[in-house]
């Protein structure tokens, strides 16, 4: 930095757009960020869910896996 007030000024103002602009960018990559987790928090629920329905012999619906015993006729 120089000793003149004005240059410093000048200086500080250009550094405190900089430090603004990356605030303002940072914001924006952390409200994606925070609705990217809230996406993956209710999957996670949905899944859970999903496997202690399966774990306490829910059927599941008409995708559930076959049973793993044999069919009838053996």
Same mark, same amino acid.
């Given at each position: 930095?120089?000793?003149?007030? &004005?240059?410093?000024? %000048?200086? $500080?103002?250009? =550094? ?8 303002? /960018?940072?914001?924006?990559? !952390?409200?994606? &960020?925070?609705?990217? !987790? /809230? *996406?993956?928090?209710? &999957? $996670? =629920? =949905? $899944? %859970? #869910? =999903? !496997?202690? #329905?399966? #774990?306490?012999? *829910? ?7 076959? /049973?793993? &015993? ?5």
């Amino acid at each position: 930095m120089t000793d003149n007030p &004005q240059a410093r000024l %000048t200086e $500080l103002e250009s =550094r405190l757009a900089h430090h603004e602009r990356v605030s303002e /960018d940072m914001s924006a990559v !952390i409200a994606e &960020q925070g609705k990217a !987790i /809230d *996406g993956l928090t209710l &999957q $996670l =629920r =949905r $899944l %859970t #869910e =999903r !496997i202690a #329905e399966l #774990e306490a012999g *829910g059927t599941g619906g008409p995708h559930a896996p076959p /049973d793993d &015993q044999p069919p009838p006729h053996y």
